[in-house]
């Protein structure tokens, strides 16, 4: 009785507080389908009295939701196959190859995972526009083409991977990088996984790196453009259903690809920390 006591109190507590997470994600599900004025005068209510889906027309008649869309897709895309394809070469040669200075290169990659993006931003601003890449594609997707944090999780796994496979390849003619290519790499799909749902999550919600890089409309991605909304572009009116509704859309994709993926995203991360 006893244990079965803690156990329903245990889960009664993590019941409780993932609803207390859940409420505001279930609190914006629900004003995307209010009326403006139902909105306005019950903004907690769960229940959209009436039910509405004009906001969504509007999203798409009213502001530049397409064009963020696509600046997100190109940019989400490109950053996503940069950071599986160099963070995991990057890696590879950190868990595999015996250079001078490797151990300072690895601490170099841990120091930049603790400083956090705030303090780049002038830097990264004055690099920006001395490339003359400020303002532009480049300036959006170049800077966050690899990250130190998928490197770590690449070079945990690549540990992990007996050295026995690489030696008999050697054996046979392969290079290093046929090695890393075609032996390793096929060897390392939960870490691929956990690190393109990692890119394209960041990528895809990425908010500060667009401030610094860019200014013109015609660039916003989708936290851009979505900030721009709530900081009041439309007008007059709080618009709580358009500017809820458009964030709303822009949860999708994110959500979607990781209740696909998440099985291998918890195995590679998984394994990733057991080698750290």
Known sequence: MRRLTSTFLGYAILVFFGLVFLYPFFIQIASAFKTQADAAAHPLSLVPHPF???????????????RWVGNSVLVTVLVTAGRVFFDSLAGYALARLRFPGRGGVFATVLAVMAVPGVVLFIPKFLVLNQLGIYDSY???ILPLIADAAGIFIMKQFFESV???VEEAARVDGAGVFRTYWSVVLPMARPALITLTILAFQGSWNEFPHTVVAVQSPELFTLPRGLADLVSGSLGKGTQYPLKLGAALLATIPVAVLFVIFQRYFVRGANEGATKG
Do not use: K, N, Q, V
């Open 52 to 66: 509405d889906t004009s906001s969504f027309l509007r999203i798409f008649d009213s502001t530049d939701f397409p």
């Open 138 to 140: 480049a300036g959006l």
């Open 162 to 164: 007996p050295p026995d």
